[in-house]
C-alpha cells in the first residue's frame, strides 16, 4: 500500500519530535520509515498506524535516527568534496581554459613589482574580505543551516576555509613585518615568490567555487520546498 500524504506528514512530525529537524536529513529518514511502515501495515491491515510508525522506530535500536543521520551526512560531505575536487580540476583544466593558472601567474607578476605590492596585497584582499562578509548575509546560511543538513556541510567546506584564510590576510602584517617594510627585499626569497600569488590564487578559488556550490545548493533546496509542498 502507498501512505497518503497526510501519513507522510505524520512521520516527518515523528521525526522531528526525536530532534531530526533538518529537511533533507527528514526526508532521507522518511524514504526508510515509510518503507517500513508500508510493508506492516500491508502484513496486517488492522495495526494502527502511529503503532506502525513506533514498532519501526524501534528497529533502529538504542541510537535510533542517529546512526542514519552520520551515514547520511558522511555521504553528503564526501558529495560535496567531489563536486570542489571536480571544479577546482575545471578551472586548472581546458573546461575553464586555465583560469587558475591564469590567476596564479597574473598575481605572480603583480606581486614582483615593489610600487604595486601593497595596492594588491590591501586591495586584492579587502575586495575579498567585503565580498565574504556581504555573501554571509546575502546567503543567509546561519539560517539556512537550521533547516538543510546541505547548508551545514556548504558553511563548514566553504565558509569555515574561507574565514580562516581570511584571518591570516588581516594578521599578515604581524606574521611578516618585514615584508611591508622593504617588499623589494623579502620578494627576493623564492618561497615569497610562490607562497603569496597561490595564497591569493586559492582566496579567489575559494570564492568562485563557493559561489557555484552555493547556486547549486539553493536549487536542490528550491526541489525540496516544491516537494514538500506536493
Same mark, same amino acid.
Given at each position: 500500500m502507498t501512505l497518503t500524504d497526510e501519513q !507522510? &506528514?505524520?512521520i516527518r512530525r515523528f521525526i522531528s519530535s526525536r530532534g531530526f +529537524? &533538518? !529537511?533533507d536529513l527528514q526526508d532521507e529518514i522518511i524514504d526508510h520509515v515509510a518503507s517500513s511502515v508500508e510493508e506492516k501495515l500491508e502484513a @496486517? #491491515?488492522?495495526?494502527?498506524?502511529?503503532?506502525a510508525v513506533k514498532e519501526t522506530h524501534a528497529t533502529f535500536g538504542v541510537m535510533g535516527f542517529?546512526?542514519?543521520?552520520?551515514?547520511?551526512v558522511k555521504s553528503a560531505q564526501a558529495k560535496m568534496l567531489r563536486k570542489i575536487g571536480s571544479l577546482l580540476k575545471a578551472y586548472f583544466g581546458m573546461e575553464k581554459y586555465g583560469f587558475g593558472y591564469v590567476i596564479f601567474i597574473s598575481l605572480y607578476f603583480l606581486f614582483r613589482q615593489p610600487i604595486l605590492f601593497e595596492w594588491v596585497f590591501y586591495g586584492l584582499g579587502t575586495s575579498l574580505f567585503l565580498f565574504f562578509i556581504v555573501s554571509l548575509f546575502r546567503t543567509n !546560511? +546561519?539560517?539556512l543551516s537550521k533547516k538543510y543538513t546541505a547548508a551545514v556541510i556548504y558553511h563548514g567546506l566553504i565558509n569555515a576555509p574561507m574565514f580562516v584564510l581570511i584571518q591570516i590576510w588581516l594578521q599578515a602584517w604581524n606574521f611578516f613585518p618585514g615584508l611591508f617594510? @622593504? #617588499?623589494d627585499h623579502a620578494l627576493a626569497y623564492p618561497a615569497f615568490q610562490i607562497i603569496l600569488p597561490a595564497f591569493f590564487t586559492i582566496l579567489i578559488l575559494e570564492v568562485l567555487i563557493g559561489t557555484e556550490l552555493y547556486s547549486d545548493l539553493t536549487q536542490r533546496i528550491q526541489k525540496m520546498k516544491k516537494m514538500e509542498r506536493v
Open positions: !507522510i &506528514q505524520k +529537524t &533538518q !529537511i @496486517n #491491515p488492522e495495526l494502527d498506524f502511529d503503532k542517529s546512526e542514519m543521520e552520520e551515514a547520511f !546560511i +546561519t539560517r617594510k @622593504n #617588499p
